[in-house]
């Protein structure tokens, strides 16, 4: 690690090395879904405000968690140590007990059963067994004998549950169905979400590798690696964007043109780069990316709703 951001680490304060163990960057991953899908869900149905509430704070425990177990998990695997880049290997770096964080990644998780409790007893068992489903995944992502981190599964199953499951859970308690619509909405979402979790595997593809870890960075290699990164970004755009033409999606949509920049940089930031600090700016620019995208479409079918009520 480089002497300057030893320095600052050491130099931390309790809040902002508790803050850091949340992996904030990945928190994008748990508010944008509910976000996206309950904002396209307005245009079916009146806003169920608890509802979206109860959602948006459980999504919020389940990717904290997940956070939590893998800080956890990777710690009793040898995974992390005081080297380590990033948000991990909080519990070596910073003194954390261990046995606290993994208590506290359980009592999130039990929050977040009572938040499905209530919206099954709402709506139906369904939107319970999928919310547990993508508890369970979040839990098996680094615990359990064959953690889905260590294989070139960890962005296909972040994307597709966190990208995906939840935009349509958040849609369907609003509107109480799923449409069409939705679906394809969201299937830029799902790259986006992978793609957070590919920038994270590139960054770590060195130490990853020396633990055993068999990430999809390390099963491509850096360049092909960091060219599915760049092409995750502009497929996501191009597909959002058609669906203008092709879907009648709103015009509106075309801000999300607005986070592009972002995304450059953010692809910019892994370009020729080996070494993990030096790709920290990327990986910051990625998360930015993803959080404007999605909010920037979520706020482009509220203008679109908001046009109609008004001059239609």
């Given at each position: 690690?480089?002497?300057?951001?030893?320095?600052?680490l050491?130099?931390?304060?309790?809040?902002?090395?508790?803050?850091?163990?949340?992996?904030?960057?990945?928190?994008?991953?748990?508010?944008?879904?509910?976000?996206?899908?309950?904002?396209?869900?307005?245009?079916?149905t009146?806003?169920?405000?608890?509802?979206?509430f109860?959602?948006?704070?459980?999504?919020?425990?389940?990717?904290?968690?997940?956070?939590l177990?893998?800080?956890?998990?990777?710690?009793?695997?040898?995974h992390?140590?005081?080297?380590?880049?990033?948000?991990?290997?909080?519990?070596?770096?910073?003194?954390?007990?261990?046995?606290?964080?993994?208590?506290?990644?359980?009592?999130?998780?039990?929050?977040?059963?009572l938040?499905?409790?209530?919206?099954?007893?709402?709506?139906?068992w369904?939107?319970?067994?999928?919310?547990?489903?993508?508890?369970?995944?979040?839990f098996?992502?680094?615990?359990?004998p064959?953690?889905?981190?260590?294989?070139?599964?960890?962005?296909?199953?972040?994307?597709?549950?966190?990208?995906?499951?939840?935009?349509?859970?958040?849609?369907?308690?609003?509107?109480?169905?799923?449409?069409?619509?939705?679906?394809?909405?969201?299937?830029?979402?799902?790259?986006?979400?992978?793609?957070?979790?590919?920038?994270n595997?590139?960054r770590?593809?060195?130490?990853?590798?020396?633990?055993?870890?068999l990430?999809?960075?390390?099963?491509?290699?850096?360049?092909?690696?960091?060219?599915?990164?760049?092409?995750?970004f502009?497929?996501?755009?191009?597909?959002?964007?058609?669906?203008?033409?092709?879907?009648?999606?709103?015009?509106?949509?075309?801000?999300?043109?607005?986070?592009?920049?972002?995304?450059?940089?953010?692809?910019?930031?892994?370009?020729?780069?080996?070494?993990?600090?030096?790709?920290?700016?990327?990986?910051?620019?990625?998360?930015?990316?993803?959080?404007?995208?999605?909010?920037l479409?979520?706020?482009?079918?509220?203008?679109?709703?908001?046009?109609?009520?008004?001059?239609?």
């Amino acid at each position: 690690m480089a002497t300057y951001e030893k320095q600052v680490l050491e130099r931390e304060s309790g809040f902002k090395k508790w803050w850091r163990l949340l992996r904030p960057h990945t928190l994008v991953a748990s508010f944008v879904p509910v976000f996206l899908g309950t904002s396209v869900a307005m245009s079916y149905t009146n806003f169920h405000f608890t509802r979206f509430f109860v959602m948006l704070i459980a999504c919020f425990f389940i990717q904290t968690s997940a956070n939590l177990f893998n800080e956890y998990f990777d710690y009793k695997k040898g995974h992390d140590d005081e080297h380590s880049v990033g948000n991990g290997g909080a519990i070596v770096r910073n003194g954390m007990k261990p046995g606290f964080i993994l208590f506290l990644a359980i009592v999130l998780y039990a929050l977040s059963i009572l938040g499905g409790v209530y919206l099954s007893i709402e709506l139906n068992w369904y939107v319970g067994l999928l919310g547990a489903i993508c508890m369970l995944v979040g839990f098996l992502y680094t615990g359990g004998p064959y953690p889905i981190a260590y294989t070139p599964l960890g962005e296909i199953m972040a994307g597709f549950f966190m990208g995906g499951i939840i935009t349509f859970i958040s849609f369907y308690i609003q509107a109480e169905f799923i449409s069409q619509e939705i679906i394809y909405i969201a299937i830029p979402v799902m790259i986006l979400v992978g793609n957070l979790l590919l920038a994270n595997s590139l960054r770590d593809l060195v130490p990853d590798k020396k633990s055993g870890r068999l990430t999809l960075a390390i099963l491509l290699g850096r360049k092909a690696g960091t060219a599915l990164f760049a092409l995750a970004f502009l497929f996501a755009y191009i597909f959002e964007l058609s669906l203008i033409f092709w879907m009648g999606a709103p015009y509106w949509t075309l801000l999300i043109l607005l986070s592009a920049p972002e995304a450059i940089r953010a692809v910019r930031g892994y370009i020729g780069k080996t070494e993990p600090f030096t790709m920290m700016p990327g990986m910051k620019a990625t998360s930015k990316a993803i959080t404007y995208f999605g909010l920037l479409l979520a706020i482009a079918y509220l203008l679109s709703l908001l046009q109609k009520n008004l001059f239609m």
